[in-house]
């Protein structure tokens, strides 16, 4: 104890200069490294808060400048400095690690030009993430107004400081995260910016968090971090970098005024054109008409025709007329009394001729000579004796009537009316 207070009170502020090696962060978030030279070496040692509040994140190979206090490890039975504050070596430091971090990003494909999208021509909706107070904000906005309004998301962070960079990779990550159709509308472009200033105060921007959410981001992002001749890592990860914050805006959106004309001349253009076009498509329609025929050599032909079937129309009827009156005259001539009346007796003579062949061929001509006819009980007509006597019963039709009888007994029924009248004058109907 005697030595880790000599130690103390003798080193009790001291400031060392060296190269970081075996940098890591413990669980508990204390973080143990070595500082070394050419010559020597010491342990070293920075308190979780400490740690916390550093303005970069230390890496084995870079040059730093702790200050702090001398201590003794009796653990290890060695001495360590116990760091209080951090701080790069020099602007060359600062640049060396930048260099450092910028290839070893680059060689992972972030700053590919073949992952740079092309920016929306009009974006409705820009996010900007940025520190809400300052000129940055206010000249976005103006430039905005002035060139063409649109709706504008400002998402506040630190631009510098502790947690800076934690807070930018957040700001562009939650605009990416916001759904379609939301309360709050998903911006079309991102702009990330800040007003110049050191390396130092740009250190933020060339953090590995916020290069990577710069480069991850779905949304097309312009990246506006100081002015034009400082560079960071978040310009080579953002798909267009803009030498100031107020050229991000010129490049987010058009002149409204330039669009106006513009739509204006392209209006003219179009009419112009349809003018001409039609102009031109009335020069044709009257060089066609010059080389057709008059209309008067159009129509003559069809005139002519219709002069001649005009004359020829007459002179059809009457001859049709005439072969009607032919054909009539030769009808009435077949259609007079004496014809008709000698077509008439030849007629009747045929008709007598059938009728007497008619009664001579009626089955009861025969009963005149004294002849029978014999039938069933069905009115079928007998001719052999043995269908006679399978009958049983038997009607005999003689001219007079017909008279019932029967085969072996069979009763005998009462004669009925004749059934042959003989002929009158008139000529009779046949039964």
């Known amino acids: 104890m005697r030595l880790k207070r000599m130690v103390e009170d003798a080193f009790g502020y001291v400031r060392v200069r060296g190269e970081i090696s075996g940098w890591k962060r413990a669980a508990s978030g204390h973080c143990y490294l070595c500082l070394k030279d050419d010559k020597s070496v010491i342990d070293g040692v920075l308190w979780k808060a400490t740690a916390a509040a550093l303005p970069f994140r230390p890496e084995d190979g870079i040059e730093v400048v702790a200050t702090g206090k001398l201590t003794t490890f009796p653990g290890r039975s060695r001495y360590q400095i116990v760091v209080e504050r951090l701080e790069l070596a020099g602007q060359g430091a600062l640049m060396a690690l930048l260099d450092k971090r910028r290839r070893a990003l680059a060689a992972e494909g972030l700053f ?57 990779a957040a700001a562009v990550r939650g605009f990416n995260a916001l759904p379609a159709g939301a309360a709050v509308a998903r911006p079309d472009l991102l702009i990330v910016a800040r007003g110049g200033g050191s390396i130092e105060d740009l250190w933020a921007f060339n953090e590995e968090e916020v290069v990577r959410a710069v480069a991850a981001s779905d949304i097309p992002t312009i990246s506006a971090v100081g002015h034009e001749t400082d560079t960071t890592l978040c310009d080579f990860a953002a798909d267009v970098r803009a030498p100031t914050p107020t050229a991000a805006a010129e490049m987010a959106v058009p002149v409204r005024g330039d669009l106006v004309g513009q739509l204006r001349e392209i209006g003219f253009r179009i009419e112009r054109c349809a003018r001409r076009a039609l102009e031109r498509a009335g020069e044709q329609l009257e060089a066609s008409l010059r080389r057709w025929p008059e209309r008067e050599a159009l129509l003559a032909p069809q005139r002519q025709r219709l002069d001649d079937l005009a004359d020829r ?105 004749p059934s042959y009248v003989k002929p009158t004058g008139e000529q009779p109907k046949l039964l």
Do not use: M
Not at 114 to 123: A, E, N, S
Not at 139 to 161: M, N, S, T
């Open 112 to 168: 590919d030009a073949g992952r740079k999208r092309k920016l929306p021509f009009q974006p409705r909706v820009i996010g900007v993430v940025t520190s809400p107070t300052g000129a940055v904000i206010r000249d976005i906005l103006h430039r905005l107004a002035d060139r063409c309004p649109c709706h504008v998301i400002v998402w506040p962070v630190p631009v510098q400081g502790e947690g800076a960079a934690a807070q930018i």
């Open 313 to 417: 129309l007459p002179r059809g009827l009457r001859t049709e007329l005439s072969h009607a009156r032919a054909a009539l005259g030769q009808a009435a001539g077949a259609l007079r009394p004496g014809l008709l009346k000698a077509t008439h007796a030849r007629a009747r003579e045929r008709l007598d001729a059938l009728w007497r062949v008619a009664e001579l061929a009626h089955p009861n001509r025969p009963l005149e000579r004294g002849y029978a006819r014999v039938e069933d009980g069905d009115g079928k007509t007998l001719i052999s004796a043995a269908s006679a006597r399978a009958a049983g019963r038997l009607k005999l039709i003689f001219r007079d009537g017909d008279v019932a009888a029967e085969v072996a007994g069979t009763p005998v029924e009462r004669p009925r009316r």
